[in-house]
């Protein structure tokens, strides 16, 4: 009897555990070019700033020339809540198209487009992209994260324990 008891408690214990986990909802913060606004010349890529850090995986931009042909070339680095993709050279006036999806940890993915206007077929050389994460640390981890995977393993452990000494009972008692 005692050990069902236990056996509860810690399933109520799991419970409050995940339910205790806060929900966040991942916004823009900024985009370069800005939405809305007029270059002159040709930038090399395409910066999303959101508010929660970015996961290194599941995430994608895609920009389309005024004829609908796709002008990204596929590159995304990712920097914390930074994301850029790289552009193949802009040669056709216009409005262009910036579609994107991004998924933060824990969080439903953020999509959504905007549009700038190029004004010049101006050709510039490509500048460096960011630096993607700095050695040694994995992008997207963050403390809460780290806790919150502790916590579940102590629990997963606990259970175990709990049920061995069930398992165990019950044999003893046969």
Sequence with gaps: MKLASIARTFAVLGIVVLAATPAQANTLVSTSPTSGATVKSAPSAITITTELPLLDAANEIV???PSGARVDDGTLTIVNNEIVAGLKALKIPGLYKVTYSLLAENDVPLNGSYTFSFSSPVMETPTASPEPT????????????????IVLLVLAVLVTFGLFLYARRLYKDR
């Excluded at 700095?134 to 995977?149: C, E, L, M, Q, Y």
């Design 63 to 65: 920009v389309t020339d």
């Design 134 to 149: 700095t050695p040694g640390k994995i992008a997207g981890n963050n403390i809460g994260t780290s806790i919150f995977a």
